[in-house]
């Protein structure tokens, strides 16, 4: 068995849905609250702090530009996590982004990186989500939050309104993909031309996802240890899990090879913040599709934090002695 150490955790609940067209995302972080994260992370020995549900504004009249839709909402309900991440991380905890969708990645990642600039990201997901404003066919920003956060597509980005405040603060080499399955063509494009490490289902097959997570590991760290970023989007696992999801693409990553990434990444002792994005209670066709993707998230919260399957115990549990006899 496993003995773990004490961890910690401040959770942001994020409920936002402008990134995209379906509504319902909003509705992700409360279904993960009544799934009892909290209490099931506080029983498995981590010192939770709830940071609270954000209030995001809902800016009128926000017309699209460069076909980034809702450009002025999205820019500044990030704005408005970048901030609340960077608080958590201040206070020494790893921060839980329970969104929402993954536009929010943006505000999260860049919050993250005021306080340690020196990370690194696993994205885990069916698409690159790396689409610019002038690339993107739908203007959706939640397939675009990578563009506004690399510094060598800084030269490709248009001035949008409501990101005045963001600076680019990951370069080509801070970021692996994992899952990858539905990639547009200038997506591709920006992969191959930048260079950047992806494993698709087409390595996770070839591979398996232990010499992935291995590869990844070494990629990311060899040269130093620094705090590592997991923004995972449900629809990066088979729509079988998670089916309550707007983007779903089939031969998705298995629940089994998920856990793994995260134990993996609990055991390097580098993570240090998390993002769960894409639950949209409204999408599941019944209710057990919505209890599966919200249960799924929350096992891959739990594995991150330290539960495994081997089981585990305390650093303070003892063996008891029976009593002698009076």
Known sequence: ??????????????????????????????????AGLIKKLTDQGCDVKDYGALQFDDIPDDRPCHN????????????????????????????????GDHSL?????????????????IWFDAHTDINTPLTSLSGNIHGQPVAFLLKELKDKMPDIPGFSW?????????????GLRDVDDAEHCILKSLG?????????????????????LH????????????????????????????????????LREGIYVAEELYRTGLLSAVDIMEINPCLGKTQEGVDSTVNTAVSIILSCFGKAREGSHSSSYHIPKPQKSI
Request: proline share 7%; charged share 25%.
């Open 219 to 254: 990629y990311l760290l060899a040269n130093k240890k620094r705090p590592i970023h997991l923004s995972f989007d449900v629809d990066g696992l088979d729509p079988s899990l998670t089916p309550a999801t707007g983007t779903p693409v089939p031969g998705g990553v298995t």
């Open 1 to 34: 068995m496993s003995v773990k150490p004490k961890t910690s955790a401040g959770i942001i609940w994020a409920p936002f849905s402008k990134g995209q067209a379906r509504q319902g995302t909003e509705e992700g972080p409360e279904a993960v609250k009544k």
């Open 196 to 216: 950047i490490k992806y494993y698709s289902m087409t390595e996770i097959d070839q591979l398996g996802i232990g010499k992935v997570m291995e590869e990844t």
């Open 105 to 121: 990645a943006i505000g999260s990642i860049s919050g993250h990186a005021k306080i340690h600039p020196d990370l690194g990201v």
């Open 166 to 178: 963001i600076t680019p603060c990951l370069s080509a080499e801070d970021i692996v993909y994992i």
């Open 68 to 99: 980034a839709k809702n450009p002025r909402t999205v820019g500044r309900a990030n704005e408005k996590l970048a901030s609340t991440v960077a608080e958590v991380k201040k206070d020494g905890r790893t921060c839980v982004v329970v969104g």
